[in-house]
């Protein structure tokens, strides 16, 4: 145990020894800071053209229609393509994007219709880059350092989104917002460049089950190889599991963590927006000690337990928060939520991409995105509906959820002896 401990740290920071990884750690992370750019940028000049908020939600909706629709796409073509071809292309594609609308901003004549136009066009653009940079870290680092590499690139990832609206509204606050979408673009040129430095190396074929793998095909249609992919999730029950809990995770973590903690805030704890700004940063906070540990701790334990552990976890957690008024015990429930969500995905991720032969990986990794990407609105929607009765019955119902997931999980043989 104690050399199990001692072997910690070196073992998480092993991977920052190779240069192509950090330069895939820095890029991806420029890239999520640019989305967090973005994303404040698109909002504020918005609000500022036209002060309707109802606008707003189209401009935001039409960045988010287009990346769900083609995540698929830019899945498949990541199985067929170089991963780091289309993250480059991506990255620079968006810079061009964010440059244009900074500069025509700056001139006085940017109108709504442009910022949809500009936030469909990034959306789609952005549905390239997700699935290759999930799935590229195998041609990166040894299959050993498959663990503390994702760890380290989920901490980059998740200061990233915390730091991105935060400097983003920095920078509108001390200039105004076009310059945001030049600093925004100056991200995604850097990002790129970072990966054009990225040497990557030939992915082994992973073992998988005979009857899971996609039938070869001689030069297959696009839409019959997104067909491939999601046939080959649907045909393995490890991969069922997996998809199914991050799909449920969503669903539990979009509505609960957004209307559950706004309505917990202002109408349980009464603490108002300080107290939401303390559940959301314990939540950012418990998964980013989350991931640093599962990086830390390295091996291969049985992911299927760990996934019906999670759930159960959170589904308890849920429990508590729709029971419990005082403020600390809250704050500490959501800290332990987040560091279980932190550590779990580690190993999951760890794990699908270990076991998924490299020429569906992407495919496998876009399902699986989609599917949180459908499950989050109707989250929201479900939530607020609940929310309107009682926190307690927002909280029960999602505890309720996690619970049959978690004994689910637990009822596959094959699931549970994952590793």
């Known amino acids: 145990m104690a050399t199990t401990l001692t072997g910690a740290g070196p073992r998480l920071w092993a991977p920052a020894r190779h240069r192509p990884f950090r330069l895939l750690w820095l890029g991806q992370s420029l890239s999520l800071l640019g989305d967090g750019?973005?994303?404040?940028?698109?909002?504020?000049?918005?609000?500022?053209?036209?002060?309707?908020?109802?606008?707003?939600?189209?401009?935001?909706a039409f960045q988010a229609v287009p990346r769900a629709l083609l995540t698929l796409v830019g899945g498949t073509l990541s199985d067929s393509w170089s991963t780091r071809t289309l993250m480059i292309?991506?990255?620079?594609?968006?810079?061009?994007?964010?440059?244009?609308?900074?500069?025509?901003?700056?001139?006085?004549?940017?109108?709504?219709w442009m910022l949809c136009a500009a936030a469909a066009a990034f959306?789609?653009?952005?549905?390239?880059?997700?699935?290759?940079?999930?799935?590229?870290?195998?041609?990166?680092?040894?299959?050993?350092?498959?663990?503390?590499?994702?760890?380290?690139?989920?901490?980059?990832?998740?200061?990233?989104?915390?730091?991105?609206?935060?400097?983003?509204?920095?920078?509108?606050?001390?200039t105004e917002a076009p310059v945001a979408f030049l600093v925004d673009a100056v991200c995604f040129v850097l990002c790129g460049w970072c990966v054009l430095g990225i040497r990557?190396?030939?992915?082994?074929?992973?073992?998988?089950?005979?009857?899971?793998?996609?039938?070869a095909k001689a030069a297959p249609s696009l839409g019959a190889r997104i067909r491939e992919g999601v046939a080959f999730t649907w045909r393995d029950p490890r991969l069922r599991t997996v998809v199914a809990l991050d799909t449920a995770v969503n669903f539990c973590y979009a509505g609960p963590f957004t209307v559950g903690f706004a309505t917990l805030a202002d109408q349980v704890l009464r603490g108002g927006s300080a107290t939401l700004g303390v559940l959301n940063?314990?939540?950012?906070?418990?998964?980013?000690?989350?991931?640093?540990?599962?990086g830390a701790l390295g091996g291969r334990p049985r992911v299927g337990l760990l996934v019906?552990?999670?759930?159960?976890?959170?589904?308890?957690?849920?429990?508590?928060?729709?029971?419990?008024?005082?403020?600390?015990?809250?704050?500490?429930?959501?800290?332990?939520?987040?560091?279980?969500?932190g550590f779990q995905g580690v190993f999951g991720l760890s794990w699908i991409q270990r076991n998924i032969p490299s020429d569906v990986l992407?495919?496998?990794?876009?399902?699986?995105?989609?599917?949180?990407?459908?499950?989050?609105?109707?989250?929201?929607?479900?939530?607020?509906?609940?929310?309107r009765t009682s926190t307690f019955a927002l909280f029960a119902t999602v505890a309720a959820v996690l619970a049959v997931t978690a004994t689910a999980v637990l009822a596959s043989r094959a699931v549970r002896e994952m590793r």
Request: aromatic share 6%; net charge positive.
């Open 362 to 387: 992407s495919r496998v990794v876009s399902v699986d995105m989609v599917l949180g990407y459908a499950a989050a609105p109707l989250s929201l929607v479900v939530c607020g509906a609940l929310a």
């Open 37 to 60: 750019f973005s994303v404040v940028a698109f909002s504020w000049i918005t609000l500022g053209l036209t002060g309707s908020t109802l606008t707003l939600g189209y401009v935001l």
């Open 89 to 112: 292309a991506s990255s620079w594609t968006r810079a061009g994007l964010m440059a244009a609308v900074g500069l025509v901003g700056l001139t006085g004549h940017l109108t709504v």
């Open 200 to 215: 990557t190396r030939p992915r082994a074929q992973a073992a998988a089950p005979a009857d899971a793998r996609p039938a």
């Open 281 to 294: 940063g314990s939540l950012a906070g418990g998964a980013m000690l989350g991931t640093l540990a599962g």
């Open 308 to 341: 019906a552990g999670l759930a159960g976890w959170l589904g308890a957690g849920m429990a508590v928060l729709g029971l419990v008024h005082s403020t600390p015990a809250v704050v500490a429930t959501v800290l332990a939520m987040g560091f279980a969500i």
């Open 123 to 174: 959306g789609a653009v952005d549905a390239f880059f997700q699935p290759a940079r999930m799935s590229i870290l195998p041609s990166v680092v040894d299959e050993t350092l498959l663990t503390p590499a994702n760890a380290l690139l989920g901490a980059g990832t998740r200061t990233a989104a915390v730091l991105g609206p935060a400097v983003g509204g920095m920078v509108i606050a001390v």
